[in-house]
């Protein structure tokens, strides 16, 4: 527990310690109106004079508790009309954007609330965003990340302050209880989120029921220990990162727009523990994107595994193995389709064309993209569909059944192809994958009366 003198001398000194501000500088406040960040908003201007400081505050109003929200956003509004500083204010309907970029919540309004400061500060030629993260904030990230699984990367918590887009956090040394006592003594009013109050998401749960028996039965201390753990992931972090980066041209093969490409042996000749951050930073570096470790995991044992084994790589990326190279490229689906066909016409997509008739004879031949089958053994209704998890079907030759996802890695088709490539279905059973494999249950033979020829062929 610390008096006001003693927080805002232990604030200055933090900032001092880590090159926080710098004397004259521009910065926005970030005020939910909350306890924390009310806290930030005083003591800040309590330095605003030795530091010469400029301070404006922003505040963002997520639209997801209703009354409450807009009540905090009127609370704020008041306080900075109160201390005669600029206020900029903005609104995004934070549920519908999580749903349509399908993010959890606090996903959704986290990007949308760090995209706001940073149009705010940039637009009005500030210099930093200070934030009202606390230690004990840091300590729930900590454990958060470690009952997850996460990797170095995960254990080194909360920045204090980020260069690559000036956010600082100037009450990172101080817990909530600290943060409470200054509150009390200077009379600093705040509002009280009531979905803080609630242990329904992970870090509220951690902050209602396992920190509290942490401090009670293991370590009343537990958020100066593990913000000490973080400083020195922290440091790991910084030595792996500056390891990695410098070496990081030595696995990749080639990059252009949208792809890269890398040598998989040499990746794989790097020490084990440093293969994933050098995935992890090919994706951050080259697609600007931060993956977890859990998908990087992913990526790496999709590297161990068959040519044409893929995997996704998080938001818009897919990472497949093409033999001794590994691909990472930007990637959307196409739409499914599925169209019907009447045998003896022609028809022409898209993407490829397709027909069909019936023959006296069967011309067999090496050509991948014609085909002959027994007319008798099929239905009334043919469809071309693009193929679907789980499908599968007996392919030439083959007496048992194979999924048509592991025929495609045999015959080393990347997951970019593979969804071009329609198969031709009747009554729910795979005919022809079209251009690669006939059914062996469609085949002729020496009964086959009515003999189908059908012929397929890519527009490009």
């Known amino acids: ?121 940039v637009s009005s030629g500030l210099s930093k965003i200070a934030t009202g993260h606390n230690a004990d904030d840091n300590t729930e990230t900590i454990l958060m990340n470690l009952f997850r699984g996460a990797g170095v990367h995960g254990l080194t918590g909360i920045p204090v302050s980020r260069s ?119 994706v951050k570096n080259f697609f600007k994107k931060e993956i977890n470790f859990t998908t990087v995991r992913a990526i790496l044992k999709t590297s161990y595994s068959e040519t044409g084994s893929s995997c996704s790589a998080g938001f818009d990326l897919i990472f497949y193995k093409d033999r001794e190279q590994g691909i990472l490229k930007r990637y959307i689906p196409p739409s499914p389709f599925q169209y019907d ?19 006296q004879n069967a011309d067999i031949n090496n050509n991948p993209l014609e085909e002959y089958i027994d007319a008798d053994l099929i239905g009334e209704k043919l469809h071309l569909r693009n193929w679907n998890d789980g499908d599968w079907f007996f392919p030439l030759g083959m007496q048992e059944k194979k999924k048509l996802s592991d025929f495609f890695i045999d015959q080393k088709i990347s997951i ?10 009747c009554d729910g059973k795979i005919i022809w994958v079209c251009g690669l494999r006939l059914d062996d249950r469609y085949k002729i033979t020496n009964k086959t009366r009515k003999i189908l020829k059908l012929k397929f062929n890519y527009n490009y």
């Open 164 to 282: 690559d887009n000036g956010v600082i956090r100037p009450i990172m040394f101080a817990t909530r209880q600290d943060i409470e006592t200054y509150a009390l003594e200077n009379r600093i009013p705040y509002r009280v989120d009531s979905s803080n109050l609630k242990s329904d998401y992970t870090r509220n749960y951690i902050r209602h029921n396992i920190l509290p028996a942490i401090r009670e039965k293991i370590n009343p201390n537990i958020a100066v220990v593990l913000g000490r753990t973080s400083k020195l992931f922290g440091d790991l972090e910084n030595f792996i990162s500056d390891t990695v980066n410098s070496n990081l041209h030595e696995i990749i093969l080639s990059k252009s727009t949208g792809e890269v490409i890398i040598d998989l042996k040499q990746l794989h000749s790097k020490q084990k523990f440093l293969q994933d951050y050098y995935l992890y930073y090919t």
């Open 341 to 359: 066909i009447t045998v003896g016409k022609q028809y022409k997509f898209e993407d490829f064309s397709f027909e069909s008739g019936f023959t």
């Open 416 to 425: 970019f192809n593979k969804t071009k490539i329609p198969v031709l279905e």
């Open 1 to 121: 527990m610390v008096s006001s003198n003693f927080f805002i001398d232990s604030m200055n000194n933090f900032i001092l310690e880590n090159n926080l501000i710098r004397e004259g500088e521009k910065i926005v406040v970030a005020v939910s109106g909350g306890i924390d960040s009310m806290v930030l908003l005083h003591s800040l201007l309590q330095l605003k004079d030795q530091w010469k400081l400029t301070l404006i505050i922003a505040h963002f109003n997520h639209q997801l508790r209703g009354k409450e929200a807009d009540e905090d956003e009127e609370f704020v509004r008041s306080i900075a009309e109160n201390k005669r500083i600029d206020f900029y204010v903005e609104r995004a309907n934070t549920s519908l954007v999580a749903e349509n970029q399908k993010l959890s919540i606090q996903e959704a309004a986290r990007n949308l609330r760090y995209a706001f400061f940073t149009k705010v500060r």
